[in-house]
Antibody, heavy 119, light 110 residues
Framework: QITLKESGPTLVRPTQTLTLTCSVSGFSMSAFGMGVGWIRQPPGKALQWLAI???????RYNPFLKTKLTITKDTSKNHILLTLTNMDPMDTATYFCARTVTTGSFDYWGPGTLVTVSS | HSVLTQPPSVSGAPGQRVTISCSGNSSNIGNNGVTWYQQLPGKSPKVLIY???RRPSGGSDRFSGSKSGASASLAISGLQSEDEADYYC???????????FGGGTKLTVL
C-alpha cells in the first residue's frame, strides 16, 4: 500500500524558515523514474507546484519560488524534506506531497498539512 | 501563476453530462499528457484521468478525457451528488520545466 504523509509546524512567524517532512511507504524512492513533489494550496485557491526530487537526486523548482525553496531526500528514512525560507502570510496554505512516476502527473497524494503564517 | 485555463464553475442536474475544458499552449498541453484530478472538500486531489484519456485501475468509466491540440476536456456522465468537487487539469510545462495546474473548476450538482 502506497502512502505519503506530511508533517511539520502548523504555525510559523513571518520571516521564519519552515521545514516540512514527507514520510513515504509502499514504494522505493530509489526506483528508476520515481519522484516526489511538493504542491501547495492557499485556502480557497488553486494548486501550485513547488518542487520535485527524483530517484537520481535531480531536482526541479518552480522558477517563481526557486530562491525560497530547497528539497532534499533521506532515502534511508523514506523522507523528503522541503524547506521554505522567509515565510510570509501569503505562504499560508495546505502543503501536499505527492508521488510522480510520469512527467507532470502525481498519482498518490498525502492528506496535506495546513501551515499558517502569522505573527 | 495558473497557466492552464479552466472555467471557474460548471453545473448540471443529476444524470446529466457535463464537460470541463482546460486550455494551454504548445509548451504544455500541446506537447505533453494531461492529467485530471478530483478534489473533494477537505481532501487531497485524486487522479481521474492521466495521459489525456487513460483511467487509473478501478476508476469510474463515467469520467472520460480527450485532447485536441493545446486544449483538453473532462467529461462526466450520469452526474451524481457525490461528484460535487473541484476539478483540476495538470500537465508538464516545457518552459517551466515542471508541472502546472489549471485554476480549478467547481462542479455543482443541482
Amino acid at each position: 500500500q502506497i502512502t505519503l504523509k506530511e508533517s511539520g509546524p502548523t504555525l510559523v512567524r513571518p520571516t521564519q524558515t519552515l521545514t516540512l517532512t514527507c514520510s513515504v511507504s509502499g514504494f522505493s524512492m530509489s526506483a528508476f523514474g520515481m519522484g516526489v513533489g511538493w504542491i501547495r494550496q492557499p485556502p480557497g485557491k488553486a494548486l501550485q507546484w513547488l518542487a520535485i526530487i527524483y530517484w537520481d537526486n535531480d531536482v526541479r523548482y518552480n522558477p517563481f519560488l526557486k530562491t525560497k525553496l530547497t528539497i532534499t531526500k533521506d532515502t534511508s528514512k523514506n523522507h523528503i524534506l522541503l524547506t521554505l525560507t522567509n515565510m510570509d502570510p501569503m505562504d499560508t496554505a495546505t502543503y501536499f506531497c505527492a508521488r510522480t512516476v510520469t512527467t507532470g502527473s502525481f498519482d498518490y497524494w498525502g492528506p496535506g498539512t495546513l501551515v499558517t503564517v502569522s505573527s | 501563476h495558473s497557466v492552464l485555463t479552466q472555467p471557474p464553475s460548471v453545473s448540471g442536474a443529476p444524470g446529466q453530462r457535463v464537460t470541463i475544458s482546460c486550455s494551454g499552449n504548445s509548451s504544455n498541453i500541446g506537447n505533453n499528457g494531461v492529467t485530471w484530478y478530483q478534489q473533494l472538500p477537505g481532501k487531497s486531489p485524486k487522479v481521474l484521468i492521466y495521459y489525456d484519456d487513460r483511467r487509473p485501475s478501478g476508476g469510474s468509466d463515467r469520467f472520460s478525457g480527450s485532447k485536441s491540440g493545446a486544449s483538453a476536456s473532462l467529461a462526466i456522465s450520469g452526474l451524481q451528488s457525490e461528484d460535487e468537487a473541484d476539478y483540476y487539469c495538470g500537465a508538464w510545462d516545457d518552459g517551466l520545466n515542471g508541472p502546472i495546474f489549471g485554476g480549478g473548476t467547481k462542479l455543482t450538482v443541482l
